[in-house]
């Protein structure tokens, strides 16, 4: 099993950037495909970004396309998000998430296997 704590969340401002971070402990987080959601009041989780066991693949929700990047220091047991030119539909709370059997990434919420308790980003127009 692997344990997820997201950090880096916060109140920033149309346009500006945050860094998420997802620390993982209890197994190494590169035994994983690992992935970022999100959740907005009153809607759905959605998939946002993924990244493959060894960072060579990644992959993208068409909304954040071009504005975040996913990316992974496996000897550090971390995965970040780093969330550039920021909109107000951005705001939601951020979820990490780990898959241990895939061999593809994922962008279903259901073929994850373990996910920390999420980090509040907030953009104010």
């Known amino acids: 099993q692997v344990q997820l704590v997201e950090s880096g969340g916060g109140l920033v401002q149309a346009g500006g950037s945050l860094r998420l971070s997802c620390a993982a402990s209890?197994?190494?987080?590169?035994?994983?495909?690992m992935g970022w959601f999100r959740q907005a009041p009153g809607k759905e989780r959605e998939f946002v970004a993924s990244i493959s066991r060894s960072g060579g693949s990644t992959d993208y929700a068409d909304s954040v396309k071009g504005r975040f990047t996913i990316s992974r220091e496996n000897a550090k047991n971390t995965v970040y998000l780093q969330m550039n030119s920021l909109k107000p539909e951005d705001t939601a709370v951020y979820y990490c998430?780990?898959?241990?059997?895939?061999?593809?990434?994922?962008?279903?919420?259901?073929?994850?296997?373990?996910w920390g308790q999420g980090t509040q980003v907030t953009v104010s127009s």
């Open positions: 998430t780990a898959d241990a059997s895939a061999s593809v990434l994922s962008t279903r919420r259901n073929g994850y296997d373990y």
């Open positions: 209890g197994r190494t987080v590169g035994s994983y495909i």
